[in-house]
């Protein structure tokens, strides 16, 4: 297997001799089709393939898509046949000792060479400077810039890697922040509070001086992924993609901005963005699944677009998940779980489903020691880094496999005491969360699924609840209690803490509290410990679906009501009768005229095999 690409056509190549790449000769819009085929791809089983969009209208430059987009292409990518190869190398750094003896030295001679090859490389030619447009004459409507989805304030580059440096300690950071084009010269620049982008903005807004910004688009996929990283602050994300590579990034000097940018790139943006100019960004279809709200963002000025001779566009498509940005999740999750052990060595494993987006929910395995240790373990989460952005944090015992996605549901369902094992709190939260009542900060739900160790109160024993009621009794005991309960779905799970799901039927006057009680008090629904309420659209047989709802719509202090060792969960859109008079958004979905168009075109495009069965 390759373990370094020169450059993102390098890449191209390797995925299409190993039968992952999809050549698609048809003509395409960039404005929602490139979206439309890029789910399909993403959604079918695999992850489809990687594809290369030849002839897309109104560009004369190809564009690549989903390149990540499966778990052999994101190996491929970082050149390793199983992501846990990363782990263990960066692993070998982490615990290595000072030597004692000339035998020890002799023995760190290799890890010490290795170590040189992560540090970036300066060239003063480079091919992502063979063709130079600057001044009057930079137009970015050149570039076939995606529109993903229908309610999307514009295109938006999606897979940029944006080169900034700090004016206090001149340290370099490669973020990837999001670029809506707003005309021929002027993008937004969507540095969220927390990232680091933002952090060296604040730097230079605070003096009143421009920011020169530097931005790659179609890096060799090392840097690619190292520009998604959740590094610490001041670490250079080029030193990343050198250590995934085992070779250094060559790295240019750009033509109007004192910034490098990696030399290979296929097109390179550079410009400034002014510290007192704002202007309103979005609404943007995010890996949420999702829209984004509006915001007001700093904008970018493009002094010089430069690319090679024949590059290719390099773009991804994010909505509900699966996508391909799973892949690049599941790629930090396991790179970096040594540093995540550094910091907490009791931590045996840690798992974020796809349906949490990345953000809501972190299952961890940990070797308790001592009584509390679990209920310090969701404290010490909380505050570290950016999982303190982690809504939900739920503790398991080493001996569960977190690869086996329902063994670990069926093992929290079967040990936790829903009175005792759920800690609330309070603390920060992702930007893109739209459940809480508070932009950036609300509740958080700790889950102890754990042993129980010595010194520590042993869980009640099971109620008696008797076998399950029949569908007619529970459809009667539903109407018992609401009119607005209008279907329900028992999960095949043969588990201590049963669950309940129901379609509620929203009017915008009733909140679920308002029968929550009465659902724990009927005594036909006894044998159920969760009821988990959805909206009256929600498939309740689509178990990604409602998993994706649960952890996206909740906040757990207010949309949870628990009594005698049982729980509502509301996991319905809410409003203002729910007590939440923030914007709500809309979910993302494709424009169906644009699917339709899309379908019947199946065979031309080369994408019959992604189409959903029945369609």
């Known amino acids: 297997m390759k373990t370094a690409f020169r450059n993102l056509q390098d890449f191209i190549a390797d995925l299409e001799r190993a039968g992952e790449l999809l050549r698609i000769k048809a ?49 491929m990518a970082l050149g390793v046949s199983h992501l846990d190869e990363l782990a263990r190398r960066l692993k070998s750094f982490i615990e290595m000792k000072p030597p004692k003896s000339l035998a020890d030295a002799l023995r760190l001679i290799p890890l010490g060479l290795e170590l040189l090859r992560f540090l970036p490389r300066k060239t003063r030619k480079a091919p ?52 809506q084009v707003y005309d021929r010269k002027t993008t937004g620049m969507h540095w ?19 920011m020169p910004v530097a931005v790659a688009i179609g890096t060799d996929p090392a840097v690619t992924y190292a520009a998604t990283a959740p590094l ?25 901005v004192d910034l490098e940018v990696p030399a290979e790139s296929e097109f390179v943006l550079e410009g400034y963005v002014d510290p007192g100019e704002l202007r309103v960004e979005g609404p943007f279809g995010d890996h949420t699944g999702y829209y984004s709200l509006v915001g007001e963002y700093p904008v970018f000025h493009v002094t ?32 970096f779980l040594p540093l995540l052990n550094a910091v907490f060595p009791e931590i045996g494993d840690y798992w974020m489903p796809w349906e949490g987006v990345f953000h809501n929910i972190t299952v961890l395995s940990i070797r308790k020691e001592y009584p509390g ?74 889950i102890d699924a754990t042993r129980r160790l010595p010194g520590e109160k042993e869980r009640p024993a099971a109620r008696p609840v008797g076998a399950l009621p029949d569908a007619e009794r529970i459809a009667s005991a539903l109407r018992d209690v609401s009119e607005f309960l209008v279907a329900f779905h028992v999960p095949d799970l043969e588990v201590r803490n049963r669950l309940l799901c129901v379609n509620f039927l929203k009017n915008g006057s009733v909140p679920a509290q308002s029968f929550a009680q009465q659902l724990l008090d009927h005594p036909v629904l006894q044998p159920f410990a969760i009821f988990l309420l959805y909206d009256a659209t929600i498939d309740l047989r689509d178990g990604s679906l409602i998993l994706w709802k649960l952890f996206n719509n909740v906040d757990p202090r207010r949309d949870t009501v628990r009594s005698g060792g049982r729980i509502v969960v509301d996991a319905t859109k809410k409003g203002p009768e729910d007590g939440h008079h923030r ?26 095999a992604f189409l959903p069965a029945g369609s």
């Not at 992850?47 to 290369?52: E, Q, V, Y």
């Not at 610490?232 to 109007?256: H, Q, S, W």
């Open 27 to 75: 003509p395409v819009s960039s404005d929602l089709e490139i979206t439309q085929i890029t789910d399909l791809a993403s959604k079918s089983p695999g992850g489809g393939k990687a594809l290369l969009f030849e002839n897309v209208e109104g560009s004369r430059f190809p564009v690549l898509t989903n390149a990540f987009g499966s778990e052999r292409r994101i190996c």
């Open 128 to 179: 992502c400077q063979e063709v130079v447009t600057t001044g009057r004459d930079v137009d970015l409507s050149m570039l076939p810039v995606l529109k993903c989805w229908p309610s999307d304030g514009g295109p938006f580059v999606t897979l940029p890697v944006v080169i900034t440096r700090s004016l206090v300690t001149g340290k370099r950071n490669a973020g990837m922040y999001r670029l």
């Open 583 to 608: 914007p709500w958004p809309d979910d993302i979905v494709m424009d169906p005229e644009v699917a339709a168009r899309v379908a019947r075109r199946a065979k031309e495009l080369g994408i019959e």
């Open 192 to 210: 969220h509070i927390h990232k680091d982008g933002s952090h060296y903005f604040q730097e230079f807004r605070e003096r009143g001086k421009r």
């Open 373 to 446: 240790h679990a209920r310090r373990m969701m404290s010490a989460i909380w505050g570290q880094g950016q999982m303190s952005f982690c809504k939900a944090a739920v503790l398991a015992d080493p001996s569960v496999d977190l690869g086996h996605p329902r063994r670990v549901l069926e093992h929290i369902l079967n040990n936790i005491d829903i009175e005792s094992d759920i800690t609330l709190s309070e603390g920060i939260l992702d930007v893109l969360d739209h459940s809480a009542p508070e932009p950036l900060f609300g509740s958080k739900i700790g």
């Open 304 to 335: 010089a677009l430069t690319h090679r001779r024949n590059p290719v566009y390099f773009a991804t498509v994010v909505g509900r998940p699966p996508m391909e940005d799973c892949f690049l999740a599941k790629a930090t999750e396991r790179i």
């Open 232 to 256: 610490p602050r001041g670490i250079d994300e080029m030193m990343l993609a050198g250590f995934i590579r085992r070779k250094p990034v060559p790295m240019v000097r750009c033509l109007t």
